[in-house]
């Protein structure tokens, strides 16, 4: 059988470095090509976790050269220069995984919350990869937006719940991430003093997941809720806790809800008890919790922020034979 020969362009993150490995042990997968900025360096000098498994040369990034010799891009690289590097593989029929936000979202919402956009028509076309919501079309798609680590447990979380809610009532949502999720680059706020025995909030009510949250509610339901949303950082390396409250408009079980929505999912688990990081590190699960006091409803869910909530949603496309 054929293998699937796979590029990754900005290998040297930590999401760069899960998706190695999971193409790495990926039965139907092979690595094609491996790209930085930079280039010239082998895989296991970038990572030396990866010394003696896998020897790979690190090239600079060469867009005819991984038209050429692949299948499928995941592009780990920051905004705006995603999308001028996926526009050209596009033009050359390569598919596209992209990592970053360049497609997450519809024209006046990126560019209110990111910058001018460089390929609108690629844009049109993307498709949002949350799997449980977009199975179908992401099989046909060639570019696919792969969704951020907030949204992903947070729209996980909230979705079953968004016909029962009242709407004239804003969603909280209280989310807590581990360091990684903030990238390699060091920063004030993820240096070791800072971060270590502490714990705080970052771009409260302003932070760029919020109108990918919210238009997403809106596309799915046609439902306009107002979105307060408030990060935090913690001093653990990955890992991330989602909490959201609503008002309910009408009387439900929570948990029946979650079980009845999340059935044929292989990768939802609905909790019984409240969910935590611990359980779900390592994973592609979503672990999500649900109860009420009222008409008050409490929502909680638990990821991996380097696994499901990042390659995972487009990647599982694949190891589910639905591309």
């Not at 760069?16 to 895989?43: C, M, R, V, W």
């Not at 969603?171 to 390699?184: E, N």
């Not at 990081?277 to 979503?286: D, E, L, M, R, Y």
């Amino acid at each position: 059988m054929k293998k699937f020969k796979i590029a990754v362009i900005g290998a040297s993150g930590y999401t760069g470095l899960e998706l190695i490995k999971l193409i790495l042990n990926h039965p139907d997968f092979e690595i094609g090509y491996l790209a930085t900025t930079q280039g010239s360096e082998k895989l296991s000098k970038l990572h030396p976790a990866l010394q003696g498994v896998a020897e790979v040369d690190i090239e600079k990034v060469d867009i005819d050269e991984i038209a050429n010799s692949c299948d499928l891009a995941f592009l780990a690289l920051p905004h705006k220069t995603a999308m001028g590097v996926a526009k050209e593989l596009l033009k050359r029929g390569v598919k596209v995984v992209d990592l970053s936000a360049d497609y997450r979202l519809e024209l006046e919402a990126y560019e209110k919350a990111y910058c001018p956009h460089e390929d609108r028509e690629n844009l049109t076309h993307s498709v949002y990869g949350l799997i449980e919501l977009y199975r179908d079309k992401i099989k046909e798609a060639s570019l696919v937006a792969s969704p951020g680590c907030y949204p992903t447990a947070t729209l996980l979380g909230i979705l079953p719940f968004i016909p029962y809610l009242d709407s004239n009532i804003p969603l909280f949502i209280d989310a807590k991430s581990g360091v990684s999720g903030a990238g390699k680059k060091l920063s004030d706020t993820t240096h070791f003093v800072t971060i270590n025995e502490n714990i705080f909030s970052y771009n409260p009510l302003k932070h760029r997941h919020t109108p990918e949250i919210q238009e997403k509610i809106k596309k799915l339901f046609n439902r306009d809720f107002e979105i307060n949303f408030v990060p935090h950082l913690i001093p653990i390396t990955r890992g991330e806790l989602v909490s959201v409250y609503g008002v309910l408009k009408e009387d439900i079980e929570p948990l029946e809800v979650l079980k009845e929505f999340y059935k044929d999912e292989k990768f939802i688990r609905v909790r019984e008890k409240p969910v935590d990081v611990k359980s779900v590190a390592g994973t592609h699960f979503c672990d999500i919790f649900a109860s009420k006091n009222g008409k008050s409803l409490f929502v909680s869910s638990a990821i991996d922020n380097l696994l499901r909530g990042a390659e995972f949603s487009s990647l599982s496309c694949w190891q589910l034979n639905a591309w």
